[in-house]
């Protein structure tokens, strides 16, 4: 099966006080449809960085990311924007929803910059958030709901488009122990149930173990690689 997204010499530099800081040094990566990939290493890996520049929130400074055989940074801004709402999910450590917004407003929101009619956007944001657990909190704001209910929304936020590709960084970072394992059951189980594609960079031993395969990074580079 051919990959979804897939790099090649993938690298990313930063200039720092007049030195040249390399955060990604050569990524060669490739992720089939389908499968759920956990991304592990030490703070300061690139994790982070190469799940922003996968997301294409995020420009490599060599190499290529190519999205169903498609090399996206050949796009320009306005088109690498349009993709990006359709095609990516996004679920961070911290939820980042917008206050004022009740549950259900939040996880249609990228529906709605995706030029989804307001009504499909609010259909299909209601049943991944009923999904998810949350049918009966819709009408709650983030201030109303638990850390785990946030996270929850965020999901159902992240699916809203149907992406090809969820990307979760730290998604159970900010969680205690319990609810963090409620996140997992939920993010192995849109993957079986739902197909969903899933990147997912995480400290957590326990996630990553549950995850088809296990990908180490260290210092910018790939350094091993496990299949369950």
């Known amino acids: 099966m051919a990959p979804i997204v897939s790099t090649s010499a993938l690298s990313k530099s930063f200039d720092q006080g007049g030195t040249r800081l390399t955060v990604l040094d050569g990524i ?22 190469l799940l ?64 989804m009619a307001r009504d499909e956007a609010t ?18 704001r983030p201030s109303e709901l638990s850390g785990g209910e946030q996270q929850r929304v965020a999901l159902a936020r992240a699916l809203v488009c149907e992406p090809g590709l969820v990307l979760a960084d730290e998604p159970t970072g900010n969680l205690d122990a319990r609810t963090g394992r409620a996140i997992h059951d ?4 849109l993957n079986h149930t739902k197909g969903v594609t899933l990147l997912v960079a995480t400290h957590n031993s326990e996630l990553a173990g549950r ?18």
């Open 211 to 228: 995850m088809d395969r296990i990908i180490s990074i260290e210092d910018g580079r790939i350094c091993g690689e496990e299949t369950k």
């Open 28 to 49: 060669n990566l490739a992720i089939k449809a389908g499968e759920c990939v956990g991304l592990v290493g030490p703070s300061g890996a690139g994790k982070s960085t």
């Open 52 to 115: 922003h520049i996968l997301g294409t929130l995020d420009r490599p400074t060599s190499g290529t990311v190519e999205f169903e055989g498609i090399d996206v940074f050949s796009k320009n801004d306005g088109e690498l924007a349009q993709f990006r709402s359709r095609r990516v999910g996004f679920v961070f450590q911290f939820h980042h929803l917008l206050p004022e917004f009740t549950a259900l407003e939040n996880a249609s929101i990228p529906g709605r910059i995706a030029g």
């Open 123 to 140: 259909r299909k944001a209601a049943a991944l958030l009923d999904a998810v657990g949350l049918g009966s909190r819709m009408s709650h």
């Open 186 to 189: 939920l993010l192995v189980e």
